[in-house]
């Protein structure tokens, strides 16, 4: 995976057939699946100077890397489905018993400039996430 070498934490959304691929990376796990969930929000809505209404707290089992991925993903497609909120911001940081707690910062979608088709779920081929060449990376293929 390619990076910006001036930046030490971003993503990038990567066309695919049908699909959509997205890809982040960062020094910490944490802040490259922050980066994760800001690439998949960018990827269908504009929220760099949207007011947030309210914290919805998460919580994410600490279990095999690309699971949490998924877990951490699949989460903002049920507030986007569910909940008729876009996640603006995301902060996650792991717990003493081992979990990941954190919360998104959200609007109503009806406040939210959206483009692209809406995620509808994480495919569960392909994905990455890892610790490689000094920093965390993730990929996640993404049906639209």
């Known amino acids: 995976m ?3 070498e001036s930046s030490a934490a971003g993503h990038r959304l990567v066309p695919h057939t049908a699909d959509l691929i997205i ?6 796990k944490l802040a490259c699946l922050e980066q994760a969930a800001r690439a998949l929000v960018d990827s269908f809505a504009a929220v760099d100077d949207v007011a947030v209404t309210e914290p919805i707290p998460i919580t994410l089992e ?3 890397d690309e699971a949490l ?9 049920y507030v986007v489905d569910v909940l008729g909120s876009i996640p603006v911001r995301v902060t996650l940081e792991e717990t003493e018993d081992g979990r990941i707690a954190g919360f998104f910062e959200v ?4 406040s939210v400039e959206t483009h692209g088709a809406l995620p509808k ?3 569960l081929s392909d994905l990455m996430l890892a610790y490689e ?3 965390w990376r993730c990929r996640a293929t993404i049906d639209v």
């Not at 890809?23 to 910490?28: F, G, I, N, Q, Y």
């Not at 991925?69 to 497609?77: G, R, T, Y």
């Open 133 to 135: 060449d000094g920093g």
């Open 107 to 110: 609007a109503p979608a009806v």
């Open 2 to 4: 390619s990076r910006n």
């Open 69 to 77: 991925l998924v877990s951490l993903l699949d989460e903002i497609i």
């Open 62 to 64: 600490m279990e095999e």
């Open 121 to 123: 779920g994480v495919s």
């Open 23 to 28: 890809e982040a990376w960062a020094p910490t």
